[in-house]
């Protein structure tokens, strides 16, 4: 038997909760994996409370990311005692995932943890450093450098949000920061934002083009917000579009994109290939001792994460929660 979030939906209603769960119940794959460390993500809230059509298939076991070690192995590249990272792929969604003690996935899925990093760190990164070293790459990719001018990074004092500011400003960077939590300022601030805006200024509907002021921007927003910064991104600026708190919709014009030649690219994190995963994780493993990750995360236990998930869902949560499944 093992602990974990168990999502069920049945004649008695939709209800997520602790339980026991026999081993023989983990599903088809060819790793089985000890979970140290899950975390909490937007995601898993919105499965967990029932707010959001995530989950895809019933009873479910949330949770979208998981570090731990190789328990067994029938695949060529894992053995026993490995240290094994995964983000994505569905799992938590169609393949039950990672706030639990145990996980059974394919091993395609899985990353070798780079040295440096220990399953903590691994999980405090998470989905959300992963994804915003992506998008960091992204931009990178498209020609945007440090002299370019200001990268914007809106959903500031979220996870991806907060991991992008780090990463930009780490790497030199200069950081302007929107959020709808003023109150965190002097965090982002600390993080490396170097201007803070109200993401007010960015959310309504606004005019299909606008004053030019951002060489790139990392948006975790989606919807009016996404549509006006394309809209004020400079000539030949970069937009990587890796969220949508705000909502799916896309209301923009097509006149930024060909008036002023800017590039919108999507961040795919659930599907990326080994190799991309590997050069992310290898980035983020170098950069380890210049992300604060003590400050950005917050540990909690198995027991913690439906109450914290309401939370998350009503925007009281800053940073990263990680979620240590054994206590």
């Not at 990093?117 to 960091?136: E, H, P, Q, R």
């Not at 170097?194 to 083009?209: M, V």
């Not at 579009?241 to 923009?252: S, Y």
Request: net charge neutral; charged share 20%; aromatic share 6%.
């Amino acid at each position: 038997m093992f602990n974990a979030v168990l999502i069920e939906n049945d004649s008695n209603g939709y209800r997520a909760s602790i339980s026991q769960v026999p081993v023989a119940r983990l599903p088809e794959g060819d790793v089985t994996v000890s979970v140290h460390y899950s975390t909490l993500n937007y995601k898993d809230a919105l499965a967990i409370t029932g707010k959001g059509p995530i989950i895809r298939s019933f009873p479910m076991v949330p949770g979208i990311d998981f570090a731990g070690t190789v328990e067994h192995s029938q695949n060529p590249e894992f053995e026993p005692g490995d240290r094994v990272v995964l983000n994505g792929w569905g799992v938590g969604e169609t393949h039950w995932g990672g706030l639990a003690q145990r996980a059974r996935v394919k091993g395609d899925w899985l990353v070798k943890i780079p040295g440096g990093i220990s399953s903590f760190d691994a999980m405090a990164i998470g989905t959300a450093g992963y994804t915003a070293m992506l998008s960091v790459i992204a931009l990178e990719r498209l020609g945007v450098s440090r002299s370019s001018g200001d990268v914007i990074v809106t959903g500031a004092s979220g996870g991806v949000g907060s991991f992008s500011i780090m990463i930009l400003a780490a790497l030199g960077y200069t950081v302007v920061a929107s959020t709808g939590k003023l109150a965190d300022a002097d965090y982002l601030r600390h993080l490396g934002a170097t201007e803070i805006i109200d993401r007010e200024t960015l959310g309504s509907p606004g005019k299909p083009l606008q004053k030019e002021r951002w060489a790139a921007a990392i948006d975790t927003v989606g919807s009016h917000t996404l549509a006006n910064i394309c809209a004020s991104t400079r000539a030949d600026g970069v937009v990587a579009a890796c969220g949508m708190v705000q909502g799916l919709d896309f209301p923009a014009s097509v006149a930024p994109f060909i008036l002023r030649g800017i590039t919108l690219v999507g961040i795919n994190s659930v599907t990326r290939p080994q190799e991309e995963r590997k050069i992310a994780w290898r980035r983020l493993a170098d950069m380890r001792d210049l992300l604060r990750l003590d400050e950005i995360a917050t540990e909690v236990g198995l027991d913690s994460v439906l109450d914290k998930s309401s939370q998350l869902i009503k925007g009281n949560v800053r940073g990263r929660i990680v979620v240590d499944v054994n206590r």
